[in-house]
């Protein structure tokens, strides 16, 4: 085995060790009540996040029952937005545009978490404000320090350091492993999985 592959996975073990449960139980409380009370849930990332907030919508509504929406799954709006308004605001003209309320709970997905000052992710952190000006509820997970995210947010993963090298593979590789926690808590989950809710015994 190579020494970059034993390292790497022997960081992803340790940093599963170190992973804030509480912050993933917070989180699960609060998706819990917004469920209850009718509240959507509108997930917020860019780049690899991105992807990963797309993927995440799809095991929102299918395995829990909640309603969620990516901005950046339309490309035409938020294309438009951006060329017609700007960067900074894409994300909190779109939440605008779907009536953000107080029931409502925005997750962001994002490795430094939003920082105006090294104007890194400002749209994230517009939409936060914009979010707790309206009083709806936010949750992260994010890598570093969690930048603006882990300073706003009401419950927040943010993943282990372990090696300054990997920060952004690492963040983005567990924000996959908390979204599945989350859609796989037993206080969460509707509906089963493909393979697990199939008949494995043979025929």
Same mark, same amino acid.
């Given at each position: 085995?190579?020494?970059f592959?034993?390292?790497?996975?022997?960081?992803?073990?340790?940093?599963?060790?170190?992973? =804030?449960?509480?912050?993933?139980?917070?989180?699960?409380?609060?998706?819990? *009540?917004?469920?209850?009370?009718?509240?959507r849930?509108?997930?917020?990332?860019?780049?690899?996040?991105?992807?990963?907030?797309?993927?995440?919508? @799809?095991?929102?509504?299918?395995?829990?029952?909640?309603?969620?929406?990516?901005?950046? =799954?339309?490309?035409?709006?938020?294309?438009?937005?951006?060329?017609?308004?700007?960067? *900074?605001?894409?994300?909190?003209?779109?939440?605008?545009?779907?009536?953000?309320?107080?029931?409502?709970?925005?997750?962001?997905?994002?490795?430094?978490?939003?920082?105006?000052?090294? @104007?890194?992710?400002?749209?994230?952190?517009?939409?936060?404000?914009?979010?707790? *000006?309206?009083?709806?509820?936010?949750?992260g997970?994010?890598?570093?320090?969690?930048?603006?995210?882990?300073?706003?947010? =009401?419950?927040?993963?943010?993943?282990?350091?372990?090696?300054d090298?990997?920060?952004?593979?690492?963040?983005?590789?567990?924000?996959?492993?908390?979204?599945?926690?989350?859609?796989?808590?037993?206080?969460?989950?509707a509906?089963?999985?493909?393979?697990?809710?199939? =008949?494995?015994?043979?025929?």
């Amino acid at each position: 085995m190579s020494e970059f592959v034993n390292r790497h996975l022997s960081e992803v073990a340790l940093i599963a060790e170190r992973l =804030d449960r509480n912050a993933i139980e917070s989180m699960v409380r609060i998706l819990s *009540d917004a469920r209850a009370a009718g509240g959507r849930l509108f997930l917020l990332g860019v780049g690899g996040s991105a992807a990963n907030c797309s993927h995440a919508v @799809n095991d929102f509504r299918k395995l829990t029952n909640i309603e969620a929406y990516a901005p950046t =799954d339309n490309v035409a709006e938020l294309t438009a937005r951006i060329n017609d308004e700007g960067w *900074d605001s894409c994300f909190s003209a779109w939440l605008k545009a779907s009536r953000l309320r107080p029931d409502d709970v925005l997750l962001i997905m994002s490795v430094g978490g939003g920082d105006v000052e090294r @104007n890194v992710s400002p749209n994230l952190v517009v939409a936060i404000d914009y979010a707790k *000006d309206v009083g709806a509820r936010i949750l992260g997970i994010v890598g570093r320090s969690g930048g603006y995210t882990g300073q706003m947010a =009401d419950a927040c993963v943010i993943v282990p350091v372990v090696n300054d090298d990997a920060i952004t593979p690492h963040t983005e590789a567990f924000q996959a492993v908390v979204w599945h926690t989350l859609v796989s808590h037993p206080d969460l989950v509707a509906a089963s999985t493909k393979w697990e809710g199939m =008949d494995q015994s043979p025929t």
